[in-house]
Nanobody
């Protein structure tokens, strides 16, 4: 099974910065898109940013010019640099990847999720 391991969350004051990372491991043939989602208490999970295999990026309007998503293709890792953090950014952040994995019999394409990492922005 493919696993996505996240790190980099924590407690930070408003205006501070954090850098999240997510590394995919397992029997991976290829990775198409990778992205970050977040979910605050009592709210639906929302897309924060994603990046395609071609390098195109997309951001939710509330984080534009503050967050930057990037990808290390050789390490199967995606990053989210978060600057000028606001209390409204407080949530559990989840990594997602569209992955084609290889088995002894066939290839299979599916979406995979990390366990989530807590980001808390508070004074």
């Amino acid at each position: 099974q493919v696993q996505l391991v996240e790190s980099g969350g924590g407690l930070v004051q408003p205006g501070g910065s954090l850098r999240l990372s997510c590394a995919a491991s397992g029997r991976i043939f290829s990775i198409n898109a990778m992205g970050w989602y977040r979910q605050a208490p009592g709210k639906q999970r929302e897309l924060v940013a994603d990046i395609t295999s071609g390098g195109s990026t997309n951001y939710v309007d509330s984080v534009k010019d503050r967050f930057t998503i990037s990808r290390d293709y050789a390490k199967n890792t995606v990053y989210l640099q978060m600057n000028s953090l606001k209390p409204e950014d407080t949530a559990v952040y989840y990594c997602n990847a569209d992955i084609t994995r290889i088995s002894a019999v066939y290839h299979y394409r599916n979406n995979y999720w990390g366990q989530g990492t807590q980001v808390t922005v508070s004074s």
